[in-house]
């Protein structure tokens, strides 16, 4: 499954209320985030956003050996899996 997102890992840089997401080997911006009511939740979107990529990884990893091991599908992985596809749209 080829991802067409973004290559790499992202980071955030900025303070306060503005953040910017980028990605580390393009240095190309992927998303302003912003807020002009509460900067913690900038902040903590931001972190998020940052992160997927990571996170999208790690989920496929778990996904794919939990499959392994388990016969039936039960809810979890069905839901991971649903995470999965939203995504990679896939």
């Given at each position: 499954?080829?991802?067409?997102?973004?290559?790499?890992?992202?980071?955030?840089?900025?303070?306060?209320?503005?953040?910017?997401?980028?990605?580390?080997?393009?240095?190309?911006?992927?998303?302003?985030?912003?807020?002009?009511?509460d900067?913690?939740?900038?902040?903590?979107?931001?972190?998020?956003l940052?992160a997927?990529?990571?996170?999208?990884?790690?989920?496929?990893?778990?996904?794919?050996?939990?499959?392994?091991?388990?016969?039936?599908?039960?809810?979890?992985?069905?839901?991971?899996?649903?995470?999965?596809?939203k995504?990679?749209?896939?």
């Open positions: 499954m080829e991802s067409k997102h973004t290559k790499g890992n992202f980071y955030k840089s900025g303070s306060s209320s503005q953040y910017l997401i980028a990605s580390e080997e393009t240095g190309n911006t992927i998303a302003v985030v912003y807020s002009q009511k900067e913690k939740e900038a902040e903590a979107n931001a972190a998020l940052a997927a990529p990571d996170m999208l990884e790690a989920l496929i990893n778990l996904h794919d050996w939990c499959v392994q091991f388990t016969p039936e599908y039960p809810a979890a992985l069905l839901k991971a899996k649903e995470a999965i596809i995504a990679t749209n896939y």
